[in-house]
Nanobody, 123 residues
């Protein structure tokens, strides 16, 4: 599976942004999909994930209520809607695919990664 994330950009604090991740191949629906992010000088961290059918999602505590993950298996795509953005949300955002049985917050559970898209939130 090849993943490509896009949709990043510059947004003011309090604003919204929607990231997209497109996947190649015909097995997209067999993967749990997740978003991670990496801020400058920091380790990559889990943002949230969605199950294969899209029926369940899981978020890191700091993203709950502000970020929403969705997917469209017919379009081989997963999305990250980010609202009420804060300067501390500035990071490169990555999408990732996992063949694990259940959602994991650890990077090692994910088999495929997109190249990342930069989100910059100005104060």
């Amino acid at each position: 599976v090849q993943l490509q994330a896009f949709g990043g950009g510059l947004v003011q604090a309090g604003g919204s942004l929607r990231l997209s991740c497109s996947a190649s191949g015909r097995t997209f629906s067999s993967y749990i999909m997740a978003w991670f992010r990496q801020a400058p000088g920091k380790e990559r961290e889990f943002v949230g994930a969605i199950t294969r059918g899209g029926g369940a999602t899981y978020y890191a505590d700091s993203m709950k209520g502000r970020f929403t993950i969705s997917r469209d298996n017919a379009k081989n795509s997963v999305y990250l809607q980010m609202n009420s953005l804060k300067p501390e949300d500035t990071a490169v955002y990555y999408c990732a695919a996992s063949s694990a049985i259940k959602i994991s917050t650890t990077m090692t559970a994910y088999d495929y990664w997109g190249q990342g898209t930069l989100v910059t939130v100005s104060s």
